[in-house]
């Protein structure tokens, strides 16, 4: 049963690339659609090979991977995501190395710039300085690139680069919650964002430690 065993696909998050017609996958897969933010990316290829669609999570990995088959298919990706048509961006998917610290305002954000709102750009990113978002001193909305801890207001999103490495060490049988504790505190006292940090590291005998696991 082809339906079924795409519909268990993708609830199980695995990504779904369906060689055949957008209408059939999108039939196939309305029953199970419930949350965009979870939801695996979903691509249609034509039989032939002449169009790659995505159709379902384009900013979760779908539009990347169909510009990857379409290239291997010297066809172009059906793109249809307003962020990435009209600024070559996604704005709810930076790119590796970067984290966005508050989701939450993406869609808003994006909508206004779509809209023709200019935004304010505060610190530096070679790929959105690269865009074609319209950046503006007197932009309404503000794109924030800090790896320091940022309280947002609606109209700002947080990029936080990742350049930072927590090292911890901790005895044996350190409840999980202790070392949590203690790795949030040093990064509030520090005034440092989580998302900004690229790794936890602490000295290789304690790789099995299983509060240092938690913490990372």
């Not at 790659?52 to 510009?67: E, F, I, M, Q, S």
């Not at 320091?148 to 044996?172: D, M, S, Y």
């Not at 690229?198 to 938690?214: P, T, Y």
């Amino acid at each position: 049963n082809t339906a079924e065993h795409v519909r268990g696909l993708f609830a199980a998050g695995t990504p779904v690339i369906g060689v055949m017609a957008a209408g059939a996958l999108i039939r196939m897969l309305a029953p199970v659609l419930a949350d965009k933010q979870a939801e695996p990316p979903v691509i249609a290829v034509a039989d032939d090979g002449s169009a790659v669609v995505p159709l379902l999570g384009g900013h979760h990995g779908a539009n990347d991977l169909a510009r990857t088959i379409a290239g291997a298919l010297d066809v172009q990706a059906a793109v249809t995501t307003a962020g990435d048509v009209r600024f070559g961006v996604a704005l709810d998917a930076p790119p590796a190395g970067y984290r966005l610290a508050n989701p939450d305002n993406a869609k808003s954000v994006m909508a206004a710039l779509v809209g023709g709102a200019k935004a304010k750009l505060t610190g530096k990113a070679d790929w959105l300085a690269a865009s074609g978002i319209p950046f503006a001193d007197d932009g309404t909305v503000e794109i924030i690139v800090s790896e320091k801890a940022v309280a947002t207001k609606a109209n700002q999103l947080h990029f936080a680069p990742q350049v930072l490495a927590l090292g911890i060490g901790c005895e044996r049988g350190t409840e999980p919650q202790e070392a949590i504790a203690l790795a949030e505190r040093a990064l509030a006292d520090a005034g440092l964002s989580r998302h900004a940090l690229a790794g936890v590291f602490s000295i290789d005998v304690k790789a099995d430690e299983a509060a240092v696991q938690a913490v990372a």
